[in-house]
């Protein structure tokens, strides 16, 4: 079976960077693409970006400047590193396996993640 | 990037009635190569993350109840559940993978009548 479990700071100032990683427990790491999504609230989903087991990553153009996500596939786990976050960064982060031209089969179980002076 | 467009954005609908939410695409999602449109729809209920139920546009997901199907081909989707039950009120989104940035619906909010 298989699961995501992420963390991650959860209350940031603006100007800060978001760090959240997430584990996987359970199947391949290597065969899949791993993902993140967010969620601001009340509001729908937007995929952050991916990345595959070799380090090969692919970004949402409207976060790619700011945005970089690594992977460590010894512990089989990968993380999320968004800079300079504003109040408009304040969403649910979830990490996901998918991506790659597939469907997001397995999800993390979310990090509210909010910016506040 | 493909927008993707649901509707109705709510509906509600009685127990045991037929509930039929469409999703458009702004460009087909269809690979002629191999005939598979690459479209996905999730249910996400409050505090839950959301939940993949069909995947290449028609493909129910192991353990999701045989009440869910989807239909359509190219631009035209379509997630039906055939007997609402008190377990299926939550949202549901849209989502192609065809081309990044993969895009999701603005989701259906699915209530009881």
């Known amino acids: 079976q298989v699961q995501l479990k992420q963390w991650g700071a959860g209350l940031l100032k603006p100007s800060e960077t978001l760090s959240l990683t997430c584990a996987v427990y359970g199947g391949s790491f290597i065969d899949y693409h791993w993902s993140w999504i967010r969620q601001p609230p009340g509001k729908g989903l937007e995929w952050i970006g991916e990345?595959?087991?070799?380090?090969?990553?692919d970004y949402n153009p409207s976060l790619k400047s700011r945005v970089t996500i690594s992977v460590d596939t010894s512990k089989k786990q990968f993380s999320l590193n968004l800079n300079s976050v504003t109040a408009a960064d304040t969403a649910l982060y979830y990490c996901?396996?998918?991506?790659?031209?597939?469907?997001?089969?397995?999800w993390g179980q979310g990090t509210l993640v909010t910016v506040s002076s | 990037d493909i927008v993707m467009t649901q509707s109705p954005d709510s509906l509600a609908v009685s127990l045991g009635e037929r509930a039929t939410i469409n999703c458009k695409s702004s460009q087909s999602v269809l690979y002629s190569s191999n005939d598979k449109n690459y479209v996905g729809w999730y249910q996400q209920k409050p505090g839950q993350p959301p939940k993949l139920v069909i995947y290449?546009?028609?493909n129910r997901e192991s353990g999701v109840p045989d009440r869910f199907s989807g239909s359509g081909s190219g631009t035209d989707f379509t997630l039906t559940i055939s007997s609402l039950q008190a377990e299926d009120v939550a949202l549901y989104y849209c989502q192609q993978y065809y081309s990044s940035p993969w895009t999701f619906g603005q989701g259906t909010r699915v209530e009881i009548k």
């Open positions: 996901a396996r998918g991506g790659g031209k597939s469907s997001l089969r397995y």
């Open positions: 990345i595959y087991h070799t380090g090969t990553t």
């Open positions: 290449w546009a028609s």
